[in-house]
C-alpha cells in the first residue's frame, strides 16, 4: 500500500470493524427487543447460560467491559428480574451474578436469536466461520498486545 493511500478510512481495518460491529448491533436489536433485550445484556446471559454465577470481575474480562459500564446495566437486569446479584460472604468486595428461574428459562426461547441473526446476515454458514474463526485470532492477537504494555 503506497503511503498516501494508509490514512484513507476504507482502508482501515480498525473502522471497518467499529462500523460492522454497530451493523451488528443494529440488525440484533429488534430481535433482541422481542425479549426486551439489549446487545450487552444478551451477551451477559450468554455467558451466564454456559455457566452461572460469575464474578462481576469474570463478567468483565468474558465481555471485554469495566465494572463502571456492567455493573449499572447489571442492576437493570436484577430490576427485570433475569438475574440477582449477590455479595460474597468472604470478600464483600466481591459480586457473583446468577440467573434467576425467568433468566434459565429465557435460555429455551433464545434459541432462535442466532439463527435469526444468521438468516438476516445473508452470509454463508462458511463465510461465518470463517470470519468467526479470523476475529477471534485478531482479539486474541490484539488483547495480548494490550496486555503486554500493561
Known amino acids: 500500500m503506497n503511503t498516501e493511500n494508509k490514512l484513507l478510512l476504507e ?3 480498525c473502522f471497518s470493524i ?3 460491529s454497530r451493523e451488528i448491533t443494529k440488525l440484533y436489536r429488534p430481535i433482541l ?3 426486551g433485550l439489549t446487545y450487552p445484556q444478551y451477551l451477559v446471559l450468554l455467558s451466564l447460560w454456559e455457566q452461572d454465577s460469575q464474578s462481576v ?3 468483565g474480562d468474558k465481555l471485554f467491559l469495566d465494572s463502571g459500564t456492567l ?3 447489571l442492576k437493570r437486569m436484577e430490576s427485570t428480574g433475569l438475574i440477582f446479584r449477590k455479595r460474597d ?3 464483600e468486595r466481591k459480586v457473583f451474578i446468577s440467573l434467576t428461574e425467568d433468566g434459565k428459562n429465557l435460555k ?3 434459541y432462535c436469536i442466532p439463527e435469526q441473526f444468521f438468516t438476516e ?3 454463508t454458514y462458511d463465510e461465518f466461520l470463517s470470519l468467526l474463526n479470523q476475529t477471534k485470532s485478531l482479539l486474541q492477537k490484539i488483547h495480548t498486545a494490550n496486555e503486554n504494555k500493561k
Open 108 to 110: 429455551a426461547e433464545a
Open 89 to 91: 460472604s468472604n470478600d
Open 18 to 20: 467499529y462500523a460492522c
Open 121 to 123: 446476515s445473508n452470509a
Open 11 to 13: 482502508n482501515q481495518l
Open 71 to 73: 455493573t449499572p446495566m
Open 57 to 59: 470481575k469474570e463478567l
Open 33 to 35: 427487543e422481542k425479549f
